[in-house]
């Protein structure tokens, strides 16, 4: 890791000199306060590098209701960040000798289960046999088959309980216990696994009375303690007995339209709401320094050493769920912007979200030796003027509207990225999402040169990309394009197993979509499926053409594929591909909103 990082800093270093925070503040902080003016929403941005240290940049309110400015010390709750402090607790502890992660979870967890709650594994899954099967890396992996909870049920009995708190347990017996899968034959992403490995973290600790006891801030060595103060894992009570943690605006749009056809939508300060987010699968609420700082400390192995972060770091694809095709190792995630087509922003790290605030970008950036994070005090932008609306509508039923991150965050990206590298152009085109990762010609050309002989064979190429490392890293490649590039075989092999018998015909299609778990856990991009099946790229090209212009209605997109039906089936669509195009009705956005604010 620190040689690949090493490199990538001498190729930024005989550009340009290494900016100090100053020039980082003088570039980044005006674009912060327009983005943050423009959505009527507070982002705060920490980044650290070799050379500047840690900066943060903050702009907007904090405090609505009394028109008071946030503060680079204010703690956002970031949900899923703490996904990687828990993983990384375990994986300490793995380090040490105390947790095998490969035996049953239920060895490190039922004694406690039952002196504070009278249960064990066992019984809270029904005495299912696979439960032996259930282990502390399938459950960091989110591999281990679980279901995960109800967001919508969990946020709705919050809000209308403020003085109670939805503790682990409760979380646990109120988990549909049917598997999705059995235990490491599939992925899908289930937040209730960490509470169980937050358990395993307290059984272990013998100074760990009760979960409420669990120091989630012991992962740090003692010489890095009193650099996190910025960083707070609440447990039971309200976020406002913290007055360090920041206002966070809930978003509320109604489940339906009114009789005009318009939309009521009111934001909803919830600060003297629960701040117990779940526990060891979303708890921590910090500065945007400080994960910036965390990330940088753990990916330069001040938490854990270089073969535990391999272990971290070794992803794989989820297969089902909200996210099927999301790299996921061990605690660790990979992220990017939309809008980057030149794999500038990937991350490698764990973002989150709570009902009032976002931070997914939450990571290090290899390529940059750049650690990052951008978070926000508000899921949706409160920008509620009729042009803003037009551009970010809202659609019936929302507890988040995330494109006013995906904007905004794309737009700061860029200026941080400008100011380490020098550049006075545009980094990233973020008017344009790409809908698919690419190489970049840079680091294809040098793949190709480097490692095309043995592209068709999985596992030379993977030994050639890792023999070749430093080199592809100076050409601007980064590990998804290794995977991309070395799971031709895999892939193909999978496609032939799975859709080998319709490869002929437009049916394939459906047969893509119902093998996508496989195909993603064979790491199949969408260019390799749309080789293998004939007729799937000309529909997709004839929808984009034809209707992506009305994509986001769902109302005006459905109308738009039937008034083009003759031109889509001459471009082979089937039925399925036409309809999982448009959004479905429920999910219909809708400029005309109305907005209340509740504060």
């Known amino acids: 890791m620190l040689v690949v990082v090493a490199a990538v800093v001498h190729l930024i270093a005989t550009t340009r000199a290494p900016p100090n925070a100053q020039q980082i503040r003088k570039i980044v902080q005006p674009i912060v306060d327009e983005v943050s003016a423009f959505h009527n929403v507070s982002f705060a941005v920490g980044l650290h590098t070799e050379a500047s240290g840690t900066v943060v940049l903050v702009s907007g309110y904090n405090d ?16 899923s960040v703490t996904k990687s402090w828990t993983a990384a607790s375990i994986m300490r502890l793995w380090e040490q000798g105390k947790i095998d992660i490969d035996k049953p979870i239920s060895t490190y967890v039922d004694d406690i289960m039952w ?3 009278k249960t064990t594994v066992a019984d809270l899954w029904n005495h299912d046999p696979r439960t032996v099967n259930m282990t502390a890396r399938l459950l960091m992996a989110m591999r281990a088959g679980l279901q995960d909870y109800n967001d919508s049920a969990y946020v709705d009995w919050t809000i209308d309980h403020p003085n109670k708190d939805w503790t682990p347990f409760d979380m646990l017996h109120a988990l549909n216990k049917t598997f999705v899968c059995d235990p490491g034959s599939c992925g899908q992403y289930a937040s209730p696994g960490y509470e169980l490995l937050g358990l395993a973290l307290c059984q272990l600790n013998t100074s760990c009375k009760t979960w409420q006891d669990l120091n989630q801030m012991a992962v740090l060595p003692a010489s890095l303690q009193p650099d996190f103060t910025g960083v707070a894992f609440p447990g039971e009570g309200k976020c406002s007995d913290d007055p360090k943690i920041v206002h966070q605006y809930q978003l509320n749009a109604s489940d339906t339209l009114n009789p005009d056809g318009s939309l009521n939508v009111s934001f909803h300060d919830i600060i003297n ?4 987010n779940g526990w060891a699968c979303g708890n921590i609420a910090a500065t945007v320094g400080n994960i910036a ?5 753990l990916f330069h192995e001040k938490i854990v050493n270089s073969t535990t972060l391999s272990e971290m770091c070794n992803r794989v694809p989820l297969t089902n769920g909200w996210n099927p095709g999301l790299r996921y190792g061990l605690g660790m995630s990979e992220y990017h912007v939309a809008q980057d087509c030149g794999n500038h922003t990937w991350i490698l790290g ?3 979200a709570d009902w009032g605030s976002i931070a997914e970008i939450a990571g290090y950036n290899l390529r940059y030796n750049l650690s990052i994070n951008i978070a926000t005090n508000g899921v949706a932008g409160m920008n509620c003027s009729a042009d803003y609306r037009t551009q970010f509508p809202m659609r019936p039923g929302a507890i988040y509207s995330e494109e006013f991150y995906t904007h905004g ?3 700061i990206y860029d200026a941080v990225l400008r100011a380490i590298t020098g550049s006075e152009q545009p980094i990233i085109n973020c008017t344009s999402p790409c809908k698919e990762h690419e190489i970049t010609e840079d680091c294809a050309r040098k793949l190709e040169s480097l490692c095309g002989k043995v592209h068709n064979s999985t596992d030379n190429c993977k030994a050639c990309v890792a023999a070749n490392e430093t080199a592809l890293n100076h050409s601007g490649c980064i590990p998804l394009d290794y995977t991309h590039y070395c799971v031709y075989e895999q892939c193909q092999n999978q496609l ?3 859709c080998g018998a319709v490869q002929n015909g437009s049916a394939c299609a459906e047969c893509l979509v119902n093998h996508a778990s496989d195909l993603a856990l064979a790491g199949c991009s969408t260019s390799q499926e749309y080789e293998f099946c004939p007729w799937v790229e000309s529909c997709y090209k004839a929808l984009d053409a034809h209707c992506e212009a009305v994509r986001k ?19 082979h669509c089937t039925v399925q591909q036409e309809t999982e195009f448009c959004p479905k009705k429920e999910q219909a956005y809708t400029s005309n909103y109305t907005c209340t604010f509740q504060f």
């Open 293 to 297: 700082e965390w990330f940088w400390d």
């Open 409 to 411: 965050s794309c737009i």
């Open 64 to 79: 609505r209701a009394k028109h008071t400015a946030i503060t680079a010390d204010g703690r956002f709750p970031m949900g």
């Open 273 to 276: 709401d629960s701040c117990l």
């Open 553 to 571: 209605n769902g109302t005006e997109c459905r109308a738009c594929t039937a008034a083009n039906h003759s031109a889509l089936a001459a471009a």
């Open 496 to 498: 032939e197993a799975s």
């Open 115 to 117: 002196r504070l709650n």
């Open 350 to 352: 764990h973002g989150g």
